[in-house]
């Protein structure tokens, strides 16, 4: 798959993915993910029988710590401090419309 192609759908909530689904949604190998997670910078990730499971908040920030990587040629750990800043962003925004969707 190409960078310039554009993944679109839904995620439910419920929903998991493992991870050469997540990596491949972000257009990424898994040994990118897999680091990542070793490292602790996707903390998110859950173990489950010695599988790896992914929430779509998971799916998020993995893609735009890779778009950071990617674009800014950002190191792993500034690319996961940006993450959290954006997230930290993401849960203002929610609770200052009152935790409805904008």
């Not at 990542?36 to 996707?42: A, Q, T």
């Amino acid at each position: 798959m190409r960078d310039e192609e554009i993944l679109s759908g839904s995620l439910l909530e419920e929903s998991w993915l493992t991870l050469e689904q997540l990596a491949a949604a972000c257009t990424a190998e898994p040994a990118w993910l897999q680091r990542h997670i070793d490292e602790g910078l996707i903390p998110q990730a859950e173990s489950v029988a010695g599988v790896w499971c992914f929430s779509s908040i998971t799916l998020l920030r993995a893609r735009r710590m890779r778009q950071l990587e990617r674009d800014f040629d950002a190191v792993p750990e500034l690319a996961a401090l940006v993450a959290d800043l954006l997230e930290e962003l993401d849960e203002l925004r929610e609770s200052a419309a009152g935790g409805r969707p904008e």
